[in-house]
């Protein structure tokens, strides 16, 4: 069964190149630009993979990270940020995040990153 | 030419020495009358013990007449003499008050009437006519002193009757004269305090230009405290200045991230369409490419919209001020906006007060603050609603102040202090967070306000006060 993959970020045209990229590598992936909606969704379905963007509004990067954390123990998470402080990457990787990701995303450091996390 | 104006302290010392000198006129006044009522007085003594010596004079003269005695006469003589002694002490007085003539012909009738007596002692049948002249010496001399007294009496009573009327008349003086001024000096400061009051309140209400460039004669007490609070506003004015400054270079911080942000989102879209494309170009249709493309031109056109409003937000261009009708102003940024307001189902409606002074402004940038104000407002309104925009004056027609109010969705009162911060948004990629910050610095530069009212669900009413156009910045020719 293929892996599923949840990528959360306001920016629709990372949504977009994400699943595009990540679908045609054989995953299954859903998308959401509005954050609220994605933590819905999260609760109620479990993702081997959640790709999300630090900043946004209503519910962030580190709400969606505690969330998985709690819910999901096993499941891995990928941060992305536009604008990346040490403070920031410190404190996502204290919240056992697989990997940080600055923007602008490499498309094949993304996928290598997305690969080692689902065990491929 | 500046007027050579007393100081408060000068006027009240002017004003005590005035009230000193009419108090030590009266006090000069009641001395020297009181000093002729006394001299009249002692005068009057003396007269009386005079009189009174030349009745007993005339009644030991009568028991000569009647009983002709000798002894009678001899009595009489001393009377006569010691009242001749008393005439001599109280001589200086005497001739004060009567005149050296009356006092010669008193003395000489006292003389001539001793010396009558002394002919009748020597004669030893005194004649009938040295007996009448004695009658009638002594009647003039009891008649003399006795109208004298009278006469002094009257005296004395108009001294008193004057000297009460003259009392009366500078109590009345000496009260009017206060009253007079101290109604002057109450005038005069509650005119100068209504006066400071008022550069305090515009104080206290941050015009701090309109009190720094207010000057007073400086010879005034009151004038100087005019003026050091002019000099204070002049001083708040400057670290006003200087804050605006620092909170310029403090939101140059969160200027920096947010242009790290902000152009960081487009940046890496743009990075991931270009790789994307790159990489998967051969399994690309024609049409996936065109798309990946336009979208690319979307992405670089975020980013020219961020960098245009970069630069009018650190832009310090000199506004081209002109005088110009605020309806004018208004009706040119409604235009611009019509047809936003037609797709959006949002009613307008005008409400401009009739007779407004004009402004003296940058007509691009207000234009470019209340179209920035237009379309928060129609952004707040998703479902349609109601635009009013009022223009209206104050009652000292010095300020235009124009209201833009919308029926949308307010703003939350945990958001409100960071409207007007730079990059702060709540449209999320859709805006720049750039133009209330942007209004704001033009506001701010044309000496004007800009103030907000919300209520979440009920909507928000952003009000601008722009000094109205006046001949004096006319003379100026520049703004403030």
Known sequence: MAKNIIVIDDEEVVCRMTKMVLTKEGYEVETFTDSKKALERIKEKKFDLVITDLKMEDVDGMDILKTVNKLYPDAKVIMITAYATLDTAIEALRGHVFDFFPKPIKIEELKKSVKEALGK | ?480
């Not at chain 2, 009057?44 to 030991?60: A, P, V």
């Not at chain 2, 104080?203 to 720094?212: C, I, L, Q």
């Open chain 2, 1 to 480: 030419m500046k007027k050579n104006v007393l100081s408060i302290r000068q006027k009240i010392n002017i004003a005590l020495g005035i009230e000193a000198a009419l108090l030590g006129i009266i006090s000069i006044c009641a001395f020297f009358s009181f000093k002729i009522v006394l001299s009249k007085l002692h005068f009057i003594e003396i007269f009386d013990e005079l009189n009174i010596s030349f009745l007993e004079m005339r009644k030991t003269e009568k028991n000569y007449f009647l009983y002709h005695d000798t002894n009678a006469l001899q009595e009489a003589y001393q009377k006569g003499e010691n009242a001749y002694y008393m005439l001599q002490r109280a001589q200086t007085s005497l001739v004060s008050t009567l005149g050296r003539q009356n006092y010669h012909a008193l003395t000489s009738s006292l003389k001539q009437y001793l010396n009558t007596i002394q002919n009748l002692q020597k004669s030893q049948r005194p004649s009938i006519l040295e007996e009448l002249r004695l009658r009638k010496l002594g009647h003039r001399l009891t008649q003399f002193s006795s109208s004298l007294i009278k006469q002094e009496h009257k005296k004395i009573n108009r001294i008193i009757h004057q000297n009460t009327m003259m009392f009366f008349a500078s109590l009345v003086a000496v009260l009017l004269s206060q009253l007079f001024l101290w109604q002057y000096f109450f005038r005069f400061l509650a005119k100068k305090l209504l006066k400071m009051e008022a550069l305090t309140k515009a104080v206290a209400k941050g015009h701090f230009h309109e009190v720094a460039i207010k000057h007073s004669e400086p010879n005034d007490e009151i004038g100087s405290v005019v003026n050091a609070i002019s000099r204070m506003a002049q001083e708040l004015e400057k670290r006003e200045e200087q804050l605006l400054q620092a909170k310029k270079l403090a939101s140059l911080g969160v200027l920096v991230s947010g242009v790290a942000h902000e152009l960081g989102n487009p940046l890496n879209n743009i990075s991931m369409l270009a790789e994307g494309y790159l990489s998967y170009y051969d399994s690309l249709s024609d049409e996936e490419k065109k798309n990946f493309m336009k979208e690319v031109q979307v992405q670089a056109e975020r980013i020219r919209k961020i960098v245009r409003n970069l630069l009018d937000f650190s832009r310090q261009k000199q506004p081209e001020f002109k005088e110009c009708s605020p309806i004018e102003v208004v009706e040119k940024s409604i235009s611009l906006v019509e047809n936003q307001l037609r797709i959006s189902h949002i009613k307008l409606h005008k409400n401009y007060a009739p007779d407004l002074p004009a402004i003296y402004v940058d007509v691009d940038q207000i234009q470019q603050v209340l179209v920035n104000l237009f379309v928060n407002a129609i952004h707040a309104m998703p479902k349609g609603g109601r635009l009013f925009v009022d223009i209206q004056t104050n009652d000292k027609r010095d300020k235009v102040i124009i209201k833009v109010k919308d029926t949308g969705t307010g703003i939350k009162p945990e958001i409100l202090p960071h409207i007007f911060d730079p990059f702060f948004t709540t449209k999320g990629t859709k805006g720049t967070g750039l133009g209330l910050s942007v209004s704001y610095g033009i506001i701010k530069q044309h000496h004007g306000k800009i103030s907000v009212d919300t209520e979440v669900g009920k909507g928000t009413t952003f009000t601008i006060e722009l000094p109205a156009y006046s001949s004096k910045q006319a003379k100026e020719g520049k703004h403030g």
